[in-house]
């Protein structure tokens, strides 16, 4: 079974650093378009980032800010989040797809999330 596990989520004072994890089992990531993405109470997943073997996206709000990352051997992919604001608190998702980057409705796989509080 293709499962992604998130991890690394967790309160936060502004300006502080996060560093989450996709850990993913049946399948290898090397192989997959993997994107984060950012759920807010009442709205749908918003993409954050993703990476491809052609390059990685960042969303504007968070350009500069934060990183993506994998580590092949380990199949996992990390976000790397420094000087976090208020605005960035949500639930934050993993998700694959085989080829390409896609918003929330086009990726295929997800993991159940992992939550980001940062406090003002």
């Known amino acids: 079974q293709l499962q992604l596990v998130e991890s690394g989520g967790g309160l936060v004072q502004l300006g502080g650093s996060l560093r989450l994890s996709c850990a993913a089992s049946?399948?290898?990531?090397?192989?997959?378009?993997i994107g984060w993405f950012r759920q807010v109470p009442g709205g749908v997943p918003v993409q954050i980032s993703c990476g491809t073997n052609a390059g990685t996206s960042y969303e504007r709000s968070v350009e500069g800010r934060f990183a993506i990352s994998r580590d092949n051997a380990k199949n996992t992919v990390f976000l790397q989040m420094n000087s976090l604001k208020p605005e960035d608190t949500g639930t934050y998702y993993c998700a694959a797809h085989p080829r390409w980057c896609s918003t929330w409705n086009g990726m295929d796989y997800w993991g159940k999330g992992t939550p980001v509080t940062v406090s003002r």
């Open positions: 049946g399948f290898s990531l090397a192989n997959y378009a």
